[in-house]
């Protein structure tokens, strides 16, 4: 027990003064922090904890994924693989390929062609075989052979709710880009039932940029103007809108052919045009792009040329030279904030379905700021109750105690500044419960250091037994609380998950200053006080 090694104590020493050192801008105005920076360590973080939606405000949105065009993108995407699969064979059609509902249906009278074709259909209609655990995969589509040679395709209801939990996973990807690209400090972005997202943005008030940017689906194409003469089975009429995406400018006879798709397009940044000032914003394709924009601008000089978002003209220039560079711009009367928006969209990339907004809330930070006061104050009680029982119950021993619980406090606010966790109201209950963790780990010590004492052994021999024997107990204990603060993390969601961080890193801290320092602290005050009576 006195021996306790130097390198302990700095250790010690060196941590609590770190985490000291990392809350500091947490407790001081945004305006002092730069103040603060400029004599802390470089390497060291100058920044406030995060608070989250229910301290300081913010949006709360749920988004529900539309189950209807899901099922559309692969009803047309099922007719353009039979499609080419009949052009590669060359098996022709009595008539066109037809597309209703949940069903691709067309006819093949040959009926050597049919067998052929359904072969092939049987192989696309199961395209992940046998998993590894000797089960088939769901079929995508059934096949339904009719008289006539019909042959009808129907979608099955497993493929839809597949491609439903796939397009809500590509979706929160989506969305989490978009969000962290305006540098919004921690969103909150979960999936919430089958095919709905929870969207939470702390200190966002301005709901309505928030639907502007994530409900754009951002689906971006490159077509041409169709010129006069040309088939009007294979245009389609678009509308330009003014800048402000609600008043029609004009209108255009669009192929429906995507000449480059957008999703080749490799980074979108605003900017302004050299000739005009006008905001623009300037992309970049990748190697594929690059080659179909600059083979689509050979061979359409003096064409115009729509871009398109969202089934909307954003803009139409006319094609004046080759552009084989792999970049261009793209152009439209567009204010600043406009670009900037469109080049978030463009980065983050394209949502695989359209979204619905089912619901919609702000809070407003006098909410958070109540919750806040009200977590301060519980947090002082518990702390000023705990602070009176431990000097009271253990007089000396108590003052070792409650100076270990104020650096547990301290590192505890020090990770979750390291971590970038939110700081919710529950993981400020969380906090509390800690408090009371911590010290209960020092009562188990001290009674057993008191119960050995009476047994006849020694103040050293006490000392050493009590922390020795009551660590196996602290840390069974502990661990039990960790399981549970883990579990809490991985199967809560939101506010829950926010309790259990700031469990599990009162349940760490609780080790190092309820065992370690207060060992630290007893073994100094002992080699210095030489006593001949414990003081508890």
Same mark, same amino acid.
């Given at each position: 027990?006195?021996?306790?090694?130097?390198?302990?104590?700095?250790?010690?020493?060196?941590? $609590?003064?770190?985490?000291?050192?990392?809350?500091?801008?947490?407790?001081?105005?945004?305006?002092?922090?730069?103040?603060?920076?400029?004599?802390?360590?470089?390497?060291?973080?100058?920044?406030?904890?995060?608070?989250?939606?229910?301290?300081?405000?913010?949006?709360?949105?749920?988004?529900?994924?539309?189950?209807?065009?899901?099922?559309?993108?692969?009803?047309? $995407?099922?007719?353009?693989?039979?499609?080419?699969?009949?052009?590669?064979?060359?098996?022709?059609?009595?008539?066109?390929?037809?597309?209703?509902?949940?069903?691709?249906?067309?006819?093949?009278?040959?009926?050597?062609?049919?067998?052929?074709?359904?072969?092939?259909?049987?192989?696309?209609?199961?395209?992940?075989?046998?998993?590894?655990?000797?089960?088939?995969?769901?079929? &995508?589509?059934?096949?339904?052979?009719?008289?006539?040679?019909?042959?009808?395709?129907?979608?099955?209801?497993?493929?839809?709710?597949?491609?439903?939990?796939?397009?809500?996973?590509?979706?929160?990807?989506?969305?989490?880009?978009?969000?962290?690209?305006?540098?919004?400090?921690?969103?909150?972005?979960?999936?919430?039932?089958?095919?709905?997202?929870?969207?939470?943005?702390?200190?966002?008030?301005?709901?309505?940029?928030?639907?502007?940017?994530?409900?754009?689906?951002?689906?971006?194409?490159?077509?041409?103007?169709?010129?006069?003469?040309?088939?009007?089975?294979?245009?389609?009429?678009?509308?330009?809108?003014?800048?402000?995406?609600?008043?029609?400018?004009?209108?255009?006879?669009?192929?429906?052919?995507?000449?480059?798709?957008?999703?080749?397009?490799?980074?979108?940044?605003?900017?302004?045009?050299?000739?005009?000032?006008?905001?623009?914003?300037?992309?970049?394709?990748?190697?594929?792009?690059?080659?179909?924009?600059?083979?689509?601008?050979?061979?359409?000089?003096?064409?115009?040329?729509?871009?398109?978002?969202?089934?909307?003209?954003?803009?139409?220039?006319?094609?004046? $030279?080759?552009?084989?560079?792999?970049?261009?711009?793209? $152009?439209?009367?567009?204010?600043?904030?406009?670009?900037?928006?469109?080049?978030?969209?463009?980065?983050?990339?394209?949502?695989?379905?359209?979204?619905?907004?089912?619901?919609?809330?702000?809070?407003?930070?006098?909410?958070?700021?109540?919750?806040?006061?009200?977590?301060?104050?519980?947090?002082?009680?518990?702390? @000023?109750?705990?602070?009176?029982?431990?000097?009271?119950?253990?007089?000396?021993?108590?003052?070792?105690?409650?100076?270990?619980?104020?650096?547990?406090?301290?590192?505890?606010?020090?990770?979750?500044?390291?971590?970038?966790?939110?700081?919710?109201?529950?993981?400020?209950?969380?906090?509390?419960?800690?408090?009371?963790?911590?010290?209960?780990?020092?009562?188990?010590?001290?009674?057993?250091?008191?119960?050995?004492?009476?047994?006849?052994?020694?103040?050293?021999?006490?000392?050493?037994?009590?922390?020795?024997?009551?660590?196996?107990?602290? &840390?069974? @204990?502990? @661990?039990?609380?960790?399981?549970?603060?883990?579990?809490?993390?991985?199967?809560?969601?939101?506010?829950?998950?926010?309790?259990?961080?700031?469990?599990?890193?009162?349940?760490?801290?609780?080790?190092?200053?309820?065992?370690?320092?207060?060992?630290?602290?007893?073994?100094?005050?002992?080699?210095?006080?030489?006593?001949?009576?414990?003081?508890?």
């Amino acid at each position: 027990m006195q021996r306790f090694q130097r390198w302990k104590v700095l250790s010690i020493l060196a941590m $609590s003064l770190l985490a000291l050192l990392i809350i500091i801008p947490s407790f001081i105005g945004e305006a002092n922090r730069k103040a603060v920076a400029s004599w802390l360590p470089s390497w060291l973080p100058v920044r406030a904890i995060v608070l989250g939606l229910d301290l300081q405000g913010g949006a709360h949105l749920v988004w529900q994924v539309d189950a209807a065009d899901v099922t559309k993108s692969q009803i047309e $995407s099922m007719r353009d693989d039979v499609r080419r699969l009949l052009r590669d064979e060359k098996i022709p059609l009595a008539g066109g390929i037809g597309a209703t509902g949940r069903s691709v249906q067309f006819r093949v009278p040959d009926e050597a062609a049919r067998t052929k074709v359904v072969g092939r259909l049987r192989t696309l209609a199961q395209p992940g075989g046998v998993t590894a655990l000797g089960t088939a995969t769901p079929a &995508v589509f059934e096949i339904v052979q009719s008289e006539g040679g019909l042959i009808r395709l129907t979608l099955s209801e497993a493929a839809t709710n597949e491609r439903i939990r796939k397009a809500v996973d590509q979706t929160i990807e989506v969305l989490r880009r978009r969000i962290d690209t305006t540098g919004t400090t921690e969103p909150n972005i979960q999936r919430q039932g089958a095919d709905r997202i929870l969207v939470q943005v702390p200190g966002l008030l301005d709901t309505n940029r928030l639907k502007d940017l994530v409900g754009t689906t951002a689906k971006l194409e490159f077509r041409l103007v169709a010129e006069p003469g040309y088939n009007p089975a294979d245009i389609e009429m678009l509308k330009e809108f003014d800048k402000d995406g609600k008043t029609v400018t004009g209108e255009y006879p669009v192929e429906k052919r995507n000449m480059v798709r957008g999703e080749d397009l490799t980074d979108a940044q605003p900017g302004f045009d050299s000739r005009t000032n006008e905001p623009v914003v300037n992309f970049k394709f990748n190697i594929r792009g690059g080659r179909d924009f600059g083979e689509a601008t050979s061979r359409n000089v003096n064409k115009l040329f729509a871009i398109v978002l969202d089934n909307k003209v954003i803009s139409a220039p006319r094609i004046l $030279s080759p552009i084989t560079g792999g970049s261009g711009q793209i $152009s439209g009367r567009f204010t600043v904030q406009a670009v900037n928006d469109l080049s978030v969209l463009l980065r983050a990339g394209a949502l695989p379905t359209a979204l619905t907004v089912v619901e919609e809330r702000t809070v407003g930070p006098g909410l958070g700021q109540d919750s806040i006061d009200a977590g301060k104050l519980a947090g002082y009680v518990a702390a @000023s109750l705990v602070i009176l029982y431990m000097l009271t119950t253990y007089g000396t021993f108590g003052v070792f105690a409650n100076i270990a619980l104020f650096v547990h406090i301290a590192m505890i606010f020090a990770g979750l500044v390291l971590l970038g966790a939110t700081l919710t109201l529950p993981g400020i209950a969380g906090i509390v419960l800690t408090i009371g963790m911590a010290v209960d780990s020092n009562v188990l010590i001290y009674e057993r250091i008191r119960e050995e004492n009476h047994l006849g052994r020694s103040i050293i021999s006490s000392l050493e037994a009590g922390f020795t024997r009551a660590f196996a107990t602290i &840390v069974d @204990s502990q @661990s039990t609380a960790m399981v549970v603060a883990v579990i809490l993390y991985f199967l809560g969601s939101g506010p829950v998950r926010g309790f259990a961080v700031t469990l599990g890193l009162g349940i760490i801290t609780t080790i190092v200053t309820a065992v370690t320092m207060t060992r630290m602290m007893i073994a100094l005050w002992y080699r210095w006080k030489r006593p001949q009576t414990l003081p508890i």
